[in-house]
């Protein structure tokens, strides 16, 4: 069984690190706490007015490399290849991908190992990689291929649960996927 | 029609790049020309005491950034995706991918146009995409799936011309593909 794993907001606390960067660089600005946000993009959570400010935080150089891991995700991912499972992380890199293409790689690196960079299938369109199942947060996933070759997986999240599909965390995975 | 298309030595010249670097930077040495090239991996090609200084041209930093483009492919994979073919960048990073990660986007967004970089797929293991037509120059592809979903079209190169298999060149690429 091949499973592919998405990175940001998954294994890599996106929102979190984006959250305490916003609130250390606009503590007098509005903020959207992670249980009060309905929309995937953290861009589009916020007003109009203040989506530039937003994005500039999660393109600013060293944001994806110091993303704090999701609690329990990298020993779940472990823990699934000692199993047996195919592991690989299918992660897509921003459109602005100047630091985080890079540095994607990187934390893969720092928390897996070297050799687990290895594993890292890089693509806007997740539709086209082959595999059983695909662990992802975003709702809905499309590309240029019509009937992709995984069962998507939610990782839970606020913004995703009006989705009615199979859905797993890093505390209930084994008892999803029945391990 | 989906085609994947592989970046160095088919794109992007790469095996020119190395040898003008390397001819640059020790003039004294001998050298591998593209003719005498039997292996598909450039270090492979040069003697044991010669590699280190080999590996040493292609990591440094601006090395994948420059690369000249292989006469003809830019154009022909523009033309391919004017007649109505989906066009997929598919290239595999070096394990020691410091420097080539971001810089295969940025030569993708250097010569074709930053919305090109959409088209990216970054992959060690290219049997996990799926795609009609896989044209490139390693002579043998393999990883976690058996039964790729592309036919693997060679780029035709001196050191993959032991391979019986279907070749073509940025010259003849329309006759081949039947277009």
Not at 7 to 32: C, G, T
Not at 78 to 92: D, H, P, R, V
Request: net charge negative.
């Amino acid at each position: 069984m091949r499973i592919l794993v998405d990175m940001d907001d998954v294994l890599a606390d996106f929102d979190a690190e984006f959250l305490k960067r916003w609130q250390e660089r606009h503590p007098e600005k509005m903020y959207v706490p992670l249980e009060d946000r309905k929309i995937f993009y953290v861009k589009e959570s916020y007003p109009k007015e203040l989506q530039n400010l937003v994005e500039d935080i999660y393109l600013e150089p060293g944001f994806f490399r110091n993303i704090m891991p999701m609690p329990g995700g990298i020993d779940a991912v472990k823990t699934m290849a000692q199993l047996g499972l195919e592991i690989f992380f299918c992660t897509s890199p921003l459109t602005a991908y100047k630091n985080c293409v890079l540095e994607k790689y990187e934390w893969v690196d720092q928390h897996f190992g070297p050799e687990w960079t290895n594993r890292i299938v890089l693509t806007k369109d997740k539709t086209l990689v082959k595999g059983d199942i695909l662990i992802d947060d975003k709702p809905v996933i499309t590309g240029a291929e019509p009937t992709p070759m995984w069962e998507h997986i939610l990782y839970d999240r606020p913004y995703n649960r009006d989705i009615n599909r199979k859905r797993l965390t890093w505390q209930n995975w084994k008892q999803v996927l029945d391990l």
